[in-house]
């Protein structure tokens, strides 16, 4: 790789460097080390992005389903014959073992795919009327420009879950990569670039958040933003939306309850709590927070946790491909999580196995598991974001059901049963967005995909994933 990319903006269908030609590295967490360095933008080159995709919404909106669905299902098929390359740049740059960068990269496919195959199934209602010469008519039209604001932790495929949708539907886009993880999201443009998208329908700019946010969203022509991250800049973002009323996506913080009850497949559970609290070294909006087991099983269970935590592999992902664990994305983060870690061990915290050597070098915080954590201490109320959590025992169903949904949040829970009507219970009582039930990775294409509370507004994936950037024309025709 080129160790300055300048024109890393993609602006009216061209790869272009910033006005104040600008540069940021791009720093890669398994070793602290700068890869690379890329134009950086400013709120001049966020407005001259919005202008774009403004004069370009007439005719894309315009385009047929079959038109837009021809272009996204191309883009599907380059990200797949690109998949290495595209998940060799990703892991570098975010630190997740290379087979998830990958394996990130073909799931983004999967959302192209999806909403080129949705818009090709126009629908609309004709809906009688109570006088004989009336009909009521209704379908749906492109909503205007979409900002698509996406975060580090799976930069490619959270933005491909917004950029595939609002394309779609016929609305223009302007995406801002997160600074952390700017590689893998250029690529997805290239993708884009050689399907054919028409000049200025898709445009990425780069620069800090807040400033190219801010007047992004003062400009008249935009009318929908759809944003993955923390939950204070999602309230921050609804507040500025208030002055032009736009419609907001939101998929915010996360807090995962991982319950096992009694009577469940404990091996099963165990290696479900390997996927759901370690994958992308444990820095996911969905992934299990804190632990609660049915004291009959607690045991049985730490057994089996702790057996399988023992056996993790840590190490720089593009140094080993067959790793559990890499680092995390900053000092930052690595910082935050051995605070709270220290924190908690103070007030009598435990761990549930010796924490596991890790590289010198880098970002990298091995897995932790505690027990015996008070419930007030910020390891057992905060979102981790991080290869740790702590685990609790419980024994009564309506109790664990309660500190479940003691958060604030509600984006993801997921419960080990096989009694189908703790199943039904449980799932009803939960106050979550997604659950799995039995199981680990929930997330589909094809289905709804976001939280209640403060976890966000709206959904991405599946049909409504598309209502979001589309809006309901009614017309009450009389002949």
Same mark, same amino acid.
């Not at 992005?49 to 004069?55: E, G, L, M, N, T």
């Not at 997740?96 to 795919?113: C, H, I, L, N």
């Given at each position: 790789m080129d160790n300055a990319i300048e024109k890393s903006l993609f602006i009216n269908g061209e790869w272009q460097a910033p006005i104040k030609n600008e540069k940021k590295g791009v720093v890669n967490p398994a070793t602290g080390e700068?890869?690379?360095?890329?134009?950086?933008?400013?709120?001049?080159?966020?407005?001259?992005?919005?202008?774009?995709?403004?004069?370009?919404?007439?005719?894309?909106?315009?385009?047929?389903?079959?038109e837009r669905a021809d272009i996204l299902n191309r883009v599907a098929g380059l990200l797949r014959e690109r998949a290495d390359y595209i998940g060799k740049l990703l892991a570098a740059e975010s630190?997740?073992? *290379?087979?998830?960068? *990958?394996?990130?990269?073909?799931?983004?496919?999967?959302?192209?795919?999806?909403f080129a195959e949705e818009i090709r199934r126009p629908y609309g209602e004709l809906i009688p009327a109570d006088v004989a010469n009336k009909r009521h008519l209704v379908f749906t039209q492109?909503?205007?420009?979409?900002?698509?604001?996406?975060?580090?932790?799976?930069?490619?495929?959270?933005?491909?879950?917004?950029?595939?949708?609002?394309?779609?539907?016929?609305?223009? *886009? *302007?995406?801002?990569?997160?600074?952390?993880?700017?590689?893998?999201?250029?690529?997805?443009?290239?993708?884009?670039?050689?399907?054919?998208?028409?000049?200025?329908?898709?445009?990425l700019?780069?620069?800090p958040a807040s400033s190219t946010t801010e007047v992004m969203m003062k400009h008249p022509a935009v009318r929908v933003i759809s944003f993955t991250g923390s939950t204070p800049v999602g309230q921050s973002l609804m507040r500025q939306a208030a002055d032009g009323v736009q419609r907001l996506a939101l998929e915010l913080g996360?807090?995962?309850?991982?319950?096992?009850?009694?009577d469940a497949d404990i091996e099963k559970a165990a290696d479900a709590a390997m996927i759901t609290k370690f994958r992308n070294n444990g820095q996911s909006c969905i992934g299990a927070n804190r632990f609660y087991v049915h004291e009959k099983v607690?045991?049985?269970?730490k057994a089996a946790f702790a057996a399988r935590i023992e056996k993790m592999k840590i190490g720089n992902p593009m140094a080993e491909l067959d790793l559990d664990l890499g680092p995390m994305v900053s000092l930052k983060a690595k910082t935050a999580i051995e605070k709270l870690v220290g924190e908690a061990v103070a007030l009598g915290a435990t761990y549930l196995t010796p924490p596991a050597e890790v590289p010198a070098e880098g970002y990298y915080v091995p897995p932790?598991?505690?027990?015996?954590?008070?419930?007030?201490?910020?390891?057992?109320?905060?979102?981790?974001?991080a290869p740790a959590a702590p685990i609790f025992k419980f024994n009564d169903e309506q109790d664990v059901v309660i500190k479940a949904n003691s958060s604030e949040m509600g984006l993801a829970a997921y419960v080990y049963t096989n009694d189908l009507a703790c199943a039904r219970r449980v799932t009803d009582a939960l106050k979550f967005g997604i659950i799995g039930l039995n199981n680990a990775l929930p997330s589909a294409a094809y289905a709804p995909m976001g939280g209640v509370k403060h976890s966000g507004l709206g959904r991405e994936g599946a049909r409504v994933g598309l209502e979001e950037f589309m809006d309901v024309k009614y017309i009450a025709a009389e002949f």
């Open positions: 700068t890869i690379c360095e890329i134009g950086y933008g400013s709120a001049e080159d966020a407005i001259s992005a919005v202008d774009i995709a403004s004069q370009a919404f007439s005719a894309w909106s315009l385009t047929s389903g079959r630190g997740k073992p *290379v087979p998830q960068a *990958v394996g990130e990269v073909k799931f983004s496919a999967e959302y192209f795919q999806w492109p909503a205007g420009v979409a900002l698509c604001l996406s975060p580090w932790n799976f930069p490619v495929s959270i933005q491909a879950r917004k950029l595939a949708p609002a394309l779609a539907a016929g609305c223009t *886009v *302007v995406s801002r990569a997160s600074d952390v993880a700017p590689l893998g999201v250029m690529e997805l443009y290239k993708c884009l670039q050689d399907a054919g998208i028409p000049k200025g329908v898709a445009n700019i780069q620069g996360g807090n995962a309850p991982f319950i096992v009850f009694e607690y045991d049985q269970f932790i598991i505690l027990e015996n954590v008070p419930e007030t201490a910020a390891f057992a109320t905060e979102e981790l974001f």
